[in-house]
């Protein structure tokens, strides 16, 4: 497991923090299950044409690629960081988003894909050299859900959609890594399921309909 106490220090995003951490996760071969069994899946990069749009998605040549299992926090969203000052959650999420994929340059293949919607849902998992063992691998929605800037994403009745990253969840939580440092950082789950009319209010900052809308939860 990643240090906690390196972890709890990486509050607003900071590249060098990100790189320990990446560091961190090596050394503990943080990676899940279902990405190392799928071996005959077709593997490709996230293209240098990339839109990055929320904290777990992108969209390339007409098609939307979300990492399956994880939630961002939602654009539109905010929290107050240690001076004081109101920042978009969303935005956070984003920013870390594209820092590791630059970082990690991580390969991904399908889980699933919705045709009507032009969706593809992935994994994203990328080798790395470690000091603790030879070509480590680093699950991208496991790092981003550890560091605490994404979530696990969670199906209508309230349960993750994929157990492992609901795990790095309760990881990020315990060491208030990340944005979960931040007494007020808004939940997207429990916006979303709000939204959808699942469970009372949050203490959260509202969002958009537009917003649960391209995030409603994965099935």
């Given at each position: ?32 299950g ?34 399956y ?38 390969q991904?293949?399908?889980a ?81 399921l709000?939204?959808l ?23």
């Amino acid at each position: 497991m990643a240090s906690s106490g390196s972890i709890s220090r990486c509050r607003d995003f900071d590249m060098s923090c990100v790189r320990s951490l990446l560091t961190a996760l090596c050394a503990c071969a943080w990676i899940s299950g279902a990405a190392g069994q799928s071996v005959n899946s077709r593997w490709f990069a996230v293209p240098a044409n990339a839109q990055f749009e929320t904290g777990d998605s992108w969209v390339a040549d007409g098609i939307t690629y979300r990492l399956y299992g994880v939630q961002a926090c939602l654009r539109g969203t905010a929290f107050t960081n240690d001076h004081g000052l109101r920042r978009d959650c969303g935005e956070a999420s984003l920013a870390m988003l594209v820092a590791l994929i630059r970082d990690l340059k991580p390969q991904c293949y399908d889980a699933a894909q919705s045709v009507q919607i032009r969706t593809a849902f992935v994994f994203c998992v990328a080798t790395r050299q470690s000091d603790a063992r030879a070509d480590a691998r680093i699950d991208l929605g496991t790092a981003l859900i550890v560091t605490g800037f994404a979530f696990a994403a969670v199906k209508p009745d309230g349960q993750p959609v994929y157990s492992p990253y609901w795990v790095a969840e309760q990881v990020a939580a315990q060491s208030r890594a990340g944005l979960r440092a931040f007494a007020d950082v808004p939940n997207p789950n429990a916006i979303i399921l709000q939204e959808l009319g699942h469970m009372p209010s949050p203490a959260a900052t509202p969002t958009s309909s537009a917003s649960s809308e391209k995030h409603k939860p994965q099935e």
